[in-house]
């Protein structure tokens, strides 16, 4: 390891004739010639995230194909058999997600209607027996108890499958990676976590679970075998690369989706709107197929449910919505109505987004004090909902049972729209047949069809708001929690609200004016607009209602972007997962690549001692290192490429070492092969404390030549920051290597990595720029902010 080269930079000019220039320099250029002389102190910006509910570091994928004497003969120079054999198998690996993930997506809803329908059972024959306060102690106890077996095993097992998981597999389809967080563990608790947390009645849905289950599938279906079950088939072990399973957990969420709503071409489109930071047409095409075999799985599996072999399968889980007849017409005189509901979804939408993320922020607080505080938030949260739910249908009036009911009236069995809960004979509770109901029954009941006069203003008024705060303070608990259902079901209220308002003055029905109000409001706080409209019409099965839908989301998504942002981004800045975005800020065309490159900057040479080695990998947490030739290898020091961590430990692992720093022969080359140099399994890396060496080791040489990338991606130490994280971001890079722009210096400056581009890095470097960081149109209204 060369001293000389520590930091990677020049020496500077001396101290007179910087004086003398800064008299006749722009105040700007004064102060980066300032910042150029501090770049050897380290990036300051977090290495840690919290995932799930788990703090823990995060590392970058590499997305770039490694060109070296090793992977020069991989499948890149196959012929055209083998090639097929290996696009032949991306179909089969995709097959196998849509069949799985439609498989648990069955079973996840067969569970949650099951169970729930038995808590819903038991307690309303308790209460038509006119035990009240023994049906609620069998309400609140079996929430509890389902609360505390979720939170339970999701501390204790695999913290990184709380919450909806949505956040983490976004920033990883962005090149963000954390361990476990596609473990077969987090699997397994996530699946199990979700049907509890679901069932407790718990404001939470199971849509987000299900989008990081399928990624999860994708994973380890996609990890390239397995040496301990025997799968090393040749074709298997070319997918140990973060470029295939990025594909393959594209794939898997778009089939989490699909499986959540039974909506394949919305799951797509979610995947390709919301999920992926790259995209191409044959992932659109295997997304498209994975989705499809979701699907049919589902339609097969339903046939069976209707046949009445799915026990206390409801009305709700995967069933299409029916909300409205084949003739609905609406006119001009409908639209003003409709507008207002988009405006009020953005305006509710923002201050959701607002109050959850307050939310979530306390919720940190509480974490940090330990496992036991977590699940004590998590069993008040259920004790406090199963109060609102069981005592607040006792402030609804009874309703007298319509006489043209499509059902009979008051509702026997587990599901349906009038719940008789305190009511007598011949009477239901409105309010009891929305709180005492899965979401998705719940959901059903509020887009059923004629079903105008079943709500009364109040009851619907009392439903909307306990939905809404309660989703709020549901999300943040310690177990698999997702917020896409909550916020279809509070929008629904709401937007029915609003429909009983216009009454009669509009041709639409209140259920129609329910799936408006869904609309808007995930509008509102999830900001997508064309996915969502396709997962709304396939839910509904309503090609009708999709212009005023399409208005809807468009209005409600440009009126909420005026005051805060989308809802997963706000969470995965929460978290303090390194997100890249797809635009550049204005002050990062003000600024070059040598700005903001750090130091000290560790170099190996081509043939390089063991013990500067390991003592480089156990004193640093780099991932790539610059290799350099220096004379006599070379004429004049010369970059020679980068070299990644997890190969030198592959290295120092198979003691590959020379007693003499001397070039290494075909043979030895020949001893490895391109897998042992792939991707490990989900959390098998090699660590440097794993690797014993001996003294005589440490004192023998490696030859990097061979194993080195000798086409990394290069940039010019003077080329604007902007243009280098388009670069950066639109290749899928790990380590964009910063070269100097005179010859005569050291081959490379540094190295910029994902937190080099994050704007607290820069602006805490440059903090000149901090008022003239690009933001939206924001408007900020004092009164909201107090509320918190």
Not at 67 to 86: A, C, V
Not at 337 to 356: D, F, H, Q, R
Not at 449 to 466: G, P
Request: net charge positive; with cysteine.
């Amino acid at each position: 390891m060369s001293a000389s080269l520590s930091n990677g930079l020049a020496s500077p000019e001396p101290a007179v004739d910087e004086e003398s220039a800064v008299l006749h320099e722009p105040l700007l250029a004064q102060y980066q010639q300032t910042l150029r002389l501090r770049r050897s102190q380290s990036n300051t910006t977090s290495q840690v995230a919290i995932v799930g509910s788990n703090v823990c570091p995060i590392e970058s994928l590499d997305y770039e194909i490694i060109e070296n004497d090793i992977f020069k003969p991989d499948w890149r120079s196959m012929g055209m058999i083998e090639l097929y054999q290996y696009t032949f198998m991306k179909w089969i690996l995709c097959f196998l997600i849509g069949l799985i993930v439609g498989l648990l997506g069955f079973f996840t809803n067969l569970a949650v209607e099951n169970i729930a329908g038995v808590k819903f059972v038991i307690t309303s024959n308790m209460m038509l027996a006119r035990k009240f306060v023994a049906a609620f102690l069998v309400f609140a106890s079996s929430n509890l108890g389902l609360t505390l077996f979720a939170s339970l095993i999701t501390a204790f097992v695999a913290p990184e499958s709380a919450g909806s998981g949505i956040p983490e597999v976004k920033a990883y389809l962005n090149g963000v990676d954390a361990p476990a967080i596609f473990s077969f563990r987090t699997l397994i608790v996530k699946i199990v976590g979700s049907i509890c947390a679901v069932s407790s009645s718990l404001n939470v849905g199971k849509a987000g679970p299900m989008v990081h289950i399928g990624s999860c599938i994708a994973a380890i279906v996609g990890q390239g075998g397995s040496k301990k079950f025997r799968l090393t088939w040749k074709w298997l072990r070319l997918f140990k690369n973060d470029r295939d399973r990025r594909d393959l957990v594209t794939c898997g969420s778009a089939a989490g989706i699909a499986a959540a709503f039974r909506a394949p071409v919305g799951g797509v489109l979610f995947a390709l709107e919301e999920m992926s930071s790259w995209w191409r047409s044959s992932l659109l095409w295997r997304s498209f197929f994975t989705t499809a075999v979701v699907a049919i799985v589902l339609r097969a599996l339903i046939d069976v449910c209707l046949r009445g072999e799915c026990g206390l399968f409801g009305k709700g889980g995967l069933i299409m919505y029916d909300v409205t007849s084949a003739n609905i017409s609406y006119h001009l005189r409908d639209v003003p109505p409709v507008l207002l509901l988009a405006v009020l979804g953005g305006i509710v939408g923002s201050l959701y987004n607002l109050l959850l993320n307050k939310v979530l922020q306390i919720y940190n607080v509480i974490n940090k004090k330990g496992i036991s505080f977590r699940i004590i938030l998590a069993c008040s949260i259920s004790i406090f909902t199963s109060c609102l739910l069981f005592g607040l249908p006792w402030t609804a009036s009874c309703r007298a049972c319509p006489s043209d009911a499509s059902e009979p009236c008051p509702t026997i069995g587990r599901s349906g729209n009038y719940k008789k809960f305190q009511c007598p004979p011949g009477f239901y509770n409105d309010l009891a047949s929305l709180f005492f109901n899965t979401n998705d029954d719940a959901i059903k009941n509020l887009f059923s069809k004629n079903s105008d006069a079943e709500f009364h203003h109040s009851s619907m008024l009392i439903f909307f708001a306990t939905c809404f705060f309660l989703s709020i303070f549901s999300y943040g608990i310690v177990a698999p929690t997702g917020i896409f259902v909550p916020v279809i079901v509070t929008g629904a209220a709401y937007g029915r609200f609003i429909g009983m308002l216009v009454g009669s003055n509009s041709n639409l029905n209140h259920g129609l004016f329910a799936v408006l109000g869904s609309a808007s409001l995930l509008g509102g706080s999830m900001r997508m607009t064309v996915s969502l409209c396709v997962i709304i019409l396939e839910l509904t099965n309503n090609l009708l209602l999709l212009p005023l839908i399409m208005i809807v989301l468009l209005i409600s998504k440009t009126v909420a972007d005026a005051f805060n942002g989308n809802i997963y981004d706000l969470i995965m800045a929460l978290k303090g997962l390194p997100y890249l975005e797809a635009h550049t800020e204005p002050y990062m065309r003000q600024l070059t690549v040598g700005d903001v490159v750090m130091g000290p900057l560790q170099i190996f040479h081509g043939f390089e001692k063991v013990s500067n080695v390991v003592h480089v990998l156990k004193t640093t947490r780099h991932n790539g290192f610059p290799v350099i030739d220096e004379p006599p290898n070379s004429v004049s020091p010369v970059l020679f490429g980068l070299i990644l961590r997890a190969h030198l430990l592959t290295l120092l692992k198979s003691k590959a070492f020379l007693r003499t720093p001397t070039q290494v022969d075909r043979d030895a080359i020949v001893q490895f092969s391109v897998e042992d140099f792939g991707k490990k399994g989900l959390g098998h890396g090699d660590k440097i404390e794993d690797i014993e060496l001996s003294e005589e080791e440490m004192e023998m040489y490696i030859d990097l030549h061979p194993f080195t990338n000798t086409s990394p991606y290069t940039v010019v130490e003077t080329m604007s920051l902007a243009k280098a994280l388009i670069l950066f971001r639109q290749v899928g890079l790990r380590h964009l290597l910063v070269i100097p722009k005179v010859s005569g210096r050291v081959p490379v400056v540094g190295i910029l990595t994902r937190h080099d581009f994050m704007p607290q890095h820069i602006l805490n470097l440059h903090p000149i720029f901090v008022e003239s960081r690009w933001k939206k149109l924001r408007f900020r209204l004092p009164q909201l902010s107090k509320l918190v």
